[in-house]
C-alpha cells in the first residue's frame, strides 16, 4: 500500500520530466536556426526558417572541372551524371553535397584533381565573386 | 502555479487540440499520398545521395525510388489510422519516425515545412487524449504554440537583410510583380515609386510575422484567462496570419502544402473557442461517423478479430496492387505485418479490429487519392525526363509508357514515346 506522499511525489515527478521534456525540445528548435547565424555555415539555410531567402533566389550556374591522370583537363556534365535535383542544390553551394560530389568524381577512375566553381548573381542582378572549391583525388584515397 | 507552469501545463479548450489532430494528420497523410510522391523517381539515380544528417548516411542503404514511395505510402497509413482512432501516443511517435525518416533520407527533400511538420508530430506525442469536457491540459499543445512562435520570430529575423528590405527578393519571387501589379498601379498613382513600394511591402512583412508569433505564443491562454486584451490581440492576428497565408498563395510559390497547414494552425489556435467547436463540428463530421462505428462497436471475438485482420491485408493488397508504383507491396506488406502482429499481442485499447477498419478505411483512401490525383503521371514522367536526360533511352521509354496511363488529357508524351522508339529501332506506336 502507498504512503499518502506518494501521490504528491509521482505528480512532482512527472511534471519535473515534463518541464524537462520542454525545456529540451525548446532548446533544441531555438539553437537549430541559432546555429545557422552563430556557424559559418552560410550556405546551408537548412533548419533555419529561411523562408524566401535571398540565397535561394539568386541566379547560379556550375562547373565542375576535372584533371586526368593524362594531365588533360575535362567538364563535367552534371545534368547526365546525377540527377537535376542536385544540380540544385551545388547552385545553392550545399556543402554537404559539393563534398560528396566531389569524392564521387575522384572516385569515377583516373581523375586527379576535382574543381569545382559557382558563379552567381544576386538579385539585383549584381555579379558576386566566383565561389570556388577543389579537392585533390590523392587524398581521398 | 508559476508562469512557466501556467503556460504549460494550464487548461484550453480540449476541442482545439482534437479539431487540430485530426485534420492535420488528414492532410499529412494526403500531403504524402497526392505530392510527395511525384518526386519520388529522384532517389537512388546513378547510386549518389547524401543524407540530412551524417549517421543515416552512414548506417542506412542507399533510397531508392521504391524506398522512398513505401516509406510516404506507409506514412499516410499511419497518419489516417492515427486521425481515425484518434491521435495515440504510440501511432504518432511511429509516424513521427515514419514522417522525419521520408525527408531525412536525402536532401533532396529540403523543405524546411517538412521539417516543421516533424516538429509539429513531435508536439502532438504529447497532445492530450481525446476528452468529452470542455478543457483540458497536456504540455503538447502549448509546445506547439511555442514552437509556431519560434518559427515566425526566426523567420522574420531571415528577413531583416538589404536585399529583402529593398524589395529585390519579394520581386524575384515567382509570381510577385504579376500578383502585385495592380498594387504597384496604384502605389504609383499615389506618387509612390516602384522601388519604393517594393521596398514597403518586404519590409512589413518583417513586423507582421513577429506579431502573428506573439499572437501564438499568447493564443494557448485565452481560454483560461480574463484577460480581454489578450483575447482581442489573438482575434486580431487571426486574419492576418490568413492573409499572409493566403496571400503567399497568390504567389504561387513552390512550398507545397505549407500555407495550408498554417491556416490549419491559425484556425486552431487564434480563432475564439466558439468559432473552433462550430468549426470541430462541420470538419470532423466523417471522421467522427467512421470512429464512432469503430469505438462503439461490441467488442468481436476472436473468430471476427481475424477475420477482420484478413479482410483488411486484402484490401491492403488490393491497394498496392492499383496503385501502381515500386514501393507499393512492400509498404502495404508491413502494414499488414503491423496489424497482423498487433492483433496477436495487444490486449489493450483499441481493440484489433478497430485498427484493422481504421487501417482498411485508410488503404482505400490512400488508393482513391493517389487514383485521383496526377501524382503517378508526375512520378513516371519526371522519371522519364531525368533518364532521357542521362542517356538511358529504354529505360526512359518504359517509364513514358508507364506513365501514359495516367496522363490528363493534352499531357500525353506521345511525341517523346515515339521519338525513344525511333531512337531505339522499336515500332513506333500510332
Known sequence: MSSPSTAPDTHARTRRRENLTIAA?????????????????????????????????????????????????????????????????????RSAVVDAYLERRCDSGG?????????????DGRALPPMERSLSCEATR | MNLWNRYFHGDYLAVRAYLFSKVFL??????????????????????????????????????????????????????????????????ISLLFVLYTYSWSMSMLDSYQHH??????LLCMVFFPKATRDSHTSGFGYPLLAA??????????????????CDGFTLRRISSAQEVLAP?????????ISEPTFWSIASTSVIPVELLIGVGYALSVRQDDTQRRWLRWYVAIIFPIAVALHLGAEALRLDIGWFSYYMLALACTFLLPGRAVRVLALAITLPAQTISKLLVES?????????????????????AAFL??????????????????????????????????????????????????????????????????????????????????????????????????QRELGLKVMP
Open chain 2, 183 to 191: 498594387l504597384v498601379k496604384l502605389a504609383t498613382q499615389l506618387g
Open chain 2, 115 to 120: 521539417y516543421f511538420v516533424s516538429l509539429v
Open chain 2, 323 to 420: 496503385v501502381d508504383l515500386p514501393g507499393a507491396y512492400t509498404a502495404c506488406a508491413i502494414a499488414a505485418i503491423g496489424l497482423w502482429a498487433y492483433a496477436l499481442v495487444s490486449h489493450q485499447e483499441p481493440h484489433p479490429t478497430q485498427v484493422g477498419l481504421a487501417l482498411g478505411v485508410a488503404a482505400i483512401l490512400m488508393w482513391t487519392a493517389i487514383a485521383v490525383t496526377e501524382v503517378r503521371w508526375d512520378y513516371y514522367r519526371y522519371l522519364g525526363g531525368d533518364l532521357q536526360r542521362r542517356g538511358e533511352s529504354r529505360e526512359a521509354l518504359t517509364a513514358y509508357l508507364r506513365g501514359e496511363r495516367y496522363a490528363p488529357k493534352g499531357s500525353s508524351r506521345k511525341t517523346k514515346i515515339r521519338q525513344l
Open chain 2, 147 to 164: 514552437t509556431i512562435t519560434v518559427l515566425y520570430t526566426f523567420t522574420s529575423i531571415a528577413k531583416m537583410d538589404a536585399q529583402w
Open chain 2, 26 to 91: 488528414c492532410m499529412v497523410a494526403l500531403d504524402t499520398w497526392m505530392l510527395m510522391i511525384g518526386h519520388a523517381g529522384r532517389y537512388g539515380v546513378a547510386s549518389f545521395n547524401v543524407a540530412h544528417f551524417a549517421l543515416l548516411q552512414r548506417v542506412l542503404p542507399l533510397p531508392t525510388a521504391a524506398h522512398y514511395v513505401a516509406t510516404l505510402l506507409l506514412t499516410g497509413l499511419v497518419a489516417l489510422t492515427a486521425a481515425l482512432l484518434g491521435p495515440r501516443k504510440l501511432l
Open chain 1, 111 to 123: 581523375v586527379t584533381r576535382v574543381d569545382f566553381t559557382c558563379h552567381c548573381n544576386d538579385t
Open chain 2, 298 to 318: 461490441k467488442v468481436p471475438g476472436r473468430a471476427e478479430t481475424l477475420l477482420t485482420c484478413a479482410a483488411v491485408s486484402g484490401a491492403l493488397a488490393a
Open chain 1, 25 to 93: 525540445i525548446l532548446v533544441f528548435q531555438i539553437a537549430m536556426p541559432l546555429s545557422y547565424y552563430v556557424s559559418r555555415r552560410a550556405y546551408d539555410e537548412r533548419f533555419s526558417w529561411r523562408m524566401f531567402s535571398t540565397l535561394r533566389l539568386r541566379d547560379c550556374k556550375v562547373e565542375v572541372k576535372e584533371q586526368l591522370e593524362s594531365g588533360r583537363t575535362r567538364s563535367v556534365n552534371i545534368e547526365r551524371d546525377v540527377h537535376v535535383a542536385w544540380l540544385r542544390l551545388l547552385e545553392r553551394m
